[in-house]
């Protein structure tokens, strides 16, 4: 985690960490699925990848946020994540896909939709 809109940064320090830990640790991997997790629905890259992002106009125009997300293959969560409440309009926004997709493309799914999100918001201001 960090402050900010450095994706890449956060991935690299990710990607770091998690080969010194595969240097000891063993984890569980499919050839036909990918990364296998106790949580199903991370099966496959098992990574979400995800931007805390404020929108207070946005948070009054639900569906058009809602619909921008979907189309981007999106998912919004509450601010402190799953089965939470989204509070002071900031949205957890995250990929939806793991399974079928890499990591390089998961991060740029996610920065495309933010980016679209993000105009979106300035342009309900107007």
Request: proline letters at 2%.
């Amino acid at each position: 985690m960090e402050l900010g809109s450095d994706l890449s940064g956060v991935f690299n320090r990710l990607s770091k960490a998690i080969s010194i830990l595969e240097k000891s640790l063993k984890f569980s991997f499919s050839k036909k699925y990918g990364f296998l997790t106790a949580c199903p629905s991370n099966i496959g890259i098992s990574m979400r990848a995800s931007v805390h992002i404020k929108l207070p106009m946005l948070n009054k125009q639900k569906k058009a946020l809602y619909k921008t997300v979907e189309q981007n293959k999106l998912q919004i969560r509450g601010t402190s994540g799953e089965k939470s409440n989204i509070e002071n309009a900031i949205f957890d926004i995250s990929n939806k896909q793991r399974l079928g997709i890499n990591e390089n493309d998961c991060l740029a799914i996610l920065s495309k939709g933010i980016k679209e999100i993000i105009m979106l918001e300035q342009k309900t201001q107007v």
